[in-house]
């Protein structure tokens, strides 16, 4: 166990609906950072959250927003879904805002728009 | 340019022999280069990393090799086991935004050892 907490770990949905991703980071880290990851691209870079506020902004489509609680949970919404976003999401969490010192990924999200 | 270029896709090596897999960059920028490792329904975990003023960093069995003139790293993998077998990614970070690092991943090799 990573000690980062991604719920649900599966999601099966259809086209044009709007699901949540939820993720719990390591106890005592600040950021966290939202990544998907497809067979074709990768592991792309979505948005970065440090202590409630947004970081940075990467590949995140319009459709896609993301949030981080006073409690330090983050989760992204996706939303009007599409076949292309079906995906691994993952989230990943780091004392501060460098990922100097690594960063701690969690299991996932496989999201699967039918 | 924030790519991170990994060869090769995927890998076969036999038991007790040795993995490598190599990846190169172009941003100068890039300050700190990990090598993270995945199984199947987990995620990444970091493996090993450097940083460009080290030229060599060993941890067991696992190696990076850095090459800041050629802007190239790889990972060495000795005395491979059939438990490595998992997807390899090397990555690279540099300073973007408000204070934000983030990581430009390869696109991954998928280790297979056989016994």
Redesign the interface.
Known sequence: D?G?TQTPKHLITATGQRVTLRCSPRSGDLSV?WYQQSLDQ????LI?Y?NGEE????NILERFSAQQFPDLHSELNLSSLELGDSALY?C?SSAG????Y???????TRLTVV | QQQVKQSPQSLIVQKGGISIINCAYENTAFDYFPWYQQFPGKGPALLIAIRPDVSEKKEGRFTISFNKSAKQFSLHIMDSQPGDSATYFCAASTLSGAGSYQLTFGKGTKLSVIP
């Open positions: 990573s980062v950072y990768g592991l792309q870079f970065h440090y970081r940075a902004k990467g993952f990943a805002q460098s990922t100097n690594g960063y701690t990924f969690g299991s996932g």
